[in-house]
């Protein structure tokens, strides 16, 4: 049996400063992180969730009608947090945006907001989103308004981009094409007749790839307004990555009890492990534990065979069949017949991964009737994370 993951331990400790959800699409990340936030906040601790994820499921759990890029207080009736549940969804651009004006002055600012080659960096280039998410989630640590910050991530092993994208970003900005569009200003014309001879054809058909086409000088021009952001570009991102592998921060991999799920959730582990990141343990969603109470009566006496397995109820609900009596009782085992198959199909494909990773902890989240779409199904699932 693998170790029990405790939530609540988790989410109480005061020394738990960030909880990063990962894992691959549709094992229910975004509903797994607005339920662990609403229940922090429940427990006392002022806290923000912060969604990569695009959907909207997040907001419409919470009561908004939608999320921005600034933390918005959660406010519902019969939810009593007294300020301490807040949302916010990443805008990329608007975080591009608000860093410029931030580090780049009000000149420089403006030149840099309304260059093109920008404008094109800032809302389609690989990476960026990533990148990003490292940037707001620094700003959300060093405001120091909040005593958890939960992170919801986008649903694909992209999830865990967001590790690589500072020193990704950063090679493109310092990379050989970067340096050729700032060649021409450094070196005047001459610079750029330079280029021009050397083969312009294909130096503009690799920048078109980046900028769309944009024009050589509104690039370089990009360039030169930028340079003196670079480094506190990779000076902000080093200590946003220093803080996920703090001891102050927790990452959560999410899965479903399916195959391709547990396979990714393997994965995460091991690249979190290869990052020297601290994994908190697996959460394994929409799990079907077997149900081992039914209705007492004499037409039940059946129900004696539950524990035996899928079989002997089958076997019960023939017999009851046959003798033509409490059809009732023959569905219930039948059902339950189905329940253990599936149940005992979940066990053993976890089992298969704690063999592989016999150190991860975990926790079960016994699947819900129907979709969460309202604080109320979070605070259910909240109570499920921690085995209530």
């Not at 920008?118 to 990003?132: C, L, V």
């Not at 707001?136 to 640590?141: C, D, E, I, N, P």
């Amino acid at each position: 049996m693998p170790a029990k993951l405790h939530v609540d331990k988790l989410l109480d400790d005061p020394a738990t400063k960030v909880i990063v959800c990962c894992g691959s699409g549709g094992v229910g990340k975004t509903t797994t992180a607005a339920a662990l936030a609403a229940r922090a906040a429940e427990r006392g601790r002022r806290t923000v969730v912060l969604t990569i994820d695009p959907a909207r499921r997040l907001a419409q759990s919470l009561g908004l009608r939608e999320l921005d890029n600034t933390p918005r207080q959660v406010t519902v009736e019969g939810f009593d947090t007294e300020d301490r549940l807040h949302a916010m969804m990443l805008d990329m651009r608007r975080t591009f945006d608000d860093m410029v004006l931030a580090h780049a002055g009000p000149d420089r600012a403006e030149q840099i907001l309304g260059n093109p080659f920008y404008q094109t960096i800032s809302s389609s280039f690989s990476g960026t989103q990533e990148y990003m998410a490292m940037e707001k989630l620094g700003q959300l640590a060093a405001d120091g308004s909040w005593d958890l910050i939960v992170v919801d991530t986008p649903p694909s092993r992209s999830a865990l981009d967001f590790l690589d994208a500072p020193q990704r970003l950063s090679t493109v900005l310092d990379g050989r094409i970067i340096r050729l569009l700032s060649a021409p200003a450094r070196a005047g014309g001459r610079g750029l007749l330079k280029i021009v001879g050397a083969g312009f054809g294909i130096f503009t058909k690799a920048i078109s790839t980046i900028i769309g086409g944009q024009l050589l000088a509104d690039a370089s021009a990009f360039v030169q307004a930028f340079d003196s952001m670079f480094g506190g570009f990779r000076e902000r991102a080093q200590k946003t990555y220093q803080l996920l592998r703090s001891p102050g921060t927790a990452f959560l991999v999410v899965a479903a009890p399916e195959p391709d799920a547990l396979r990714e959730a393997s994965y995460f582990v091991e690249r979190l492990a290869t990052e020297s990141m601290p994994l908190a343990g697996l959460v394994l969603n929409r799990t079907h534990p077997v149900l081992a109470k039914l209705p007492a009566g004499k037409a039940l006496a059946a129900a004696d065979e539950l524990d035996r397995g899928g079989e002997a109820p089958l076997a019960a609900a023939d017999e009851l069949d046959r003798g033509g009596e409490a059809p009732l009782a023959a569905a219930v085992l039948r059902v339950h017949a189905d329940r253990v198959a599936v149940a005992t199909r979940e066990q053993r494909l976890l089992a298969r991964f704690t063999k592989a990773h016999p150190s991860v902890a975990v926790t079960g989240v016994p699947a819900l009737a129907e979709d969460v779409h309202d604080l109320a199904g979070l605070r259910e699932i909240g109570r499920r994370l921690a085995g209530e």
